[in-house]
């Protein structure tokens, strides 16, 4: 005998308690903007809402202050989370320009990117500029492209490698000069950059 198919989830009133369970619950499993969570809460309690023919503007206003009391206990920290996605993101091999891009996509400030981006060059002792250097070392490195490539009739066209440099996000300056360096001019230009940044 098949199992009954269920219906849709029932809805629920949104009460601020449910709302607190709901973020605590999504921020157990995930980092998030502060932003992030404002969308996530909203989706479904005004989703439920309107189910349920409740007035909107008590929700947000509950969602609102739900928000600023996580961040008032530390539990949601938009400089943390810039600081730790960026370097996930870098570790990756994104460029910083992608880098920023992502974080503001996810509701982050312009300040905080610029400020997650700077202490990211700081940590791996460079400067911003560099670390779009390292990161296009690394694509090239991880797409086995340019200097890392087969070197033989089955290498990608400088065209498609050039284009495939701008799809994941550097500039074409950076792209050639990791196209046309050896890898021992790469590894060097690497170290300088961490040396001397």
Do not use: H, W
Not at 74 to 103: F, H, N, T, V
Not at 133 to 147: M, N, Q, T, V
Not at 148 to 163: C, N, R, V
């Amino acid at each position: 005998m098949p199992a009954e198919r269920r219906g849709p989830r029932p809805a629920r009133p949104p009460t601020p308690e449910r709302l607190r369970r709901r973020a605590l619950f999504y921020l157990e499993r995930f980092a998030a903007s502060r932003a992030r969570l404002r969308l996530v809460l909203r989706r479904r309690a005004l989703r439920d809402a309107a189910a349920l023919e409740l007035p909107a503007l008590p929700i947000t206003t509950a969602i609102e202050t739900l928000l600023d009391d996580l961040e008032r206990l530390g539990l949601l920290d938009d400089r943390a989370y810039a600081a730790g996605r960026a370097r996930s993101l870098a570790a990756k091999g994104r460029p910083p320009r992608r880098i920023a891009q992502e974080l503001q996509a996810r509701g982050v400030e312009r300040e905080l990117i610029e400020t997650a981006i700077d202490e990211l060059a700081f940590e791996r002792g460079t400067t911003a500029a560099a670390l779009e250097l390292d990161a296009a070392i690394a694509f090239a490195r991880r797409r086995r492209l340019g200097p890392f490539g087969p070197g033989d009739e089955t290498a990608k066209p400088a065209e498609k490698a050039l284009a495939a440099f701008a799809r994941a996000g550097f500039t074409l300056d950076t792209a050639r000069r990791v196209l046309t360096a050896s890898v021992e001019e790469l590894e060097q230009l690497g170290a300088d950059g961490r040396t001397n940044g």
